[in-house]
C-alpha cells in the first residue's frame, strides 16, 4: 500500500496507522492513506421543493438536481452554495435526530450585502453583528426550522474576557 510519511502529508489526510485523534482506534487494519475530500449536509424537509425554491429565492442558492415521484413530489435534490453542495430530502421533518439543534455557515465575501438580500426576499434578520472571535455575522432560521448563519471573516481572534484564547495544534 502506498504510504506518506507524516511531514509529507497535507492537512486534510490522515492514514490508517495513525490515530486520528490520541487514543483513537478505529482505524488501524491498513497503511492505506485517505483524503478526506469535504462534508455535505444532507437536510431534511417536508417539502423538498418549498424548500428549493424558498433557498434558492431567498438566500440564492442554485438547484443543480431534483429526484420527483409520479406525483411530482421531491424526494431528493441537491443545490451549489458556492463551491459547496447541499443536499435535501423531502417527505421528512428535521425533528429529532435529523438536523435538531444544527447551525449551518455559510461563508460570504460580503455579509451586509447577504443582509441586504434576505431583507429584500421579505425575511426578517437582525443587523450583522461583529464577533470577537473574527466575522460580522447575522442568522436567518427557515421556515422548516434550520437556522443558517451567514459568515464574513473580518479579522483575526481577540482575547476575549475570561481569559477564553484561540489555540491551535
Known amino acids: 500500500a502506498l504510504t506518506t510519511r507524516p511531514e509529507q502529508r497535507r492537512p486534510d489526510e490522515a492514514t490508517a496507522t495513525e490515530p486520528v485523534h490520541e487514543g483513537d482506534t478505529h482505524m488501524t487494519t491498513t497503511d492505506a492513506t485517505v483524503t478526506l475530500q469535504g462534508v455535505t449536509p444532507y437536510l431534511y424537509y417536508s417539502d423538498a421543493g418549498a424548500a428549493l425554491d424558498w433557498l434558492a429565492r431567498v438566500f440564492g442558492f442554485r438547484e443543480t438536481a431534483r429526484y ?48 441586504a438580500r434576505v431583507v429584500a426576499a421579505g425575511i426578517e434578520a437582525a ?9 460580522r455575522t447575522f442568522g436567518v432560521t427557515d421556515p422548516w426550522g434550520y437556522l443558517w448563519s451567514f459568515w464574513q471573516q473580518v479579522h483575526a481572534y481577540e482575547e476575549r474576557k475570561g481569559g477564553l484564547r484561540e489555540v491551535r495544534s
Open 127 to 135: 443587523a450583522p453583528e461583529q464577533q470577537s472571535y473574527g466575522p
Open 68 to 115: 420527483v415521484d409520479g406525483d411530482g413530489v421531491v424526494h431528493e435534490s441537491e443545490m451549489r452554495v458556492g463551491d459547496t453542495t447541499i443536499q435535501l430530502s423531502g417527505g421528512h421533518d428535521p425533528g429529532t435526530g435529523r438536523g435538531e439543534g444544527l447551525l449551518l455557515i455559510v461563508h460570504v465575501d460580503d455579509v451586509d450585502a447577504m443582509h
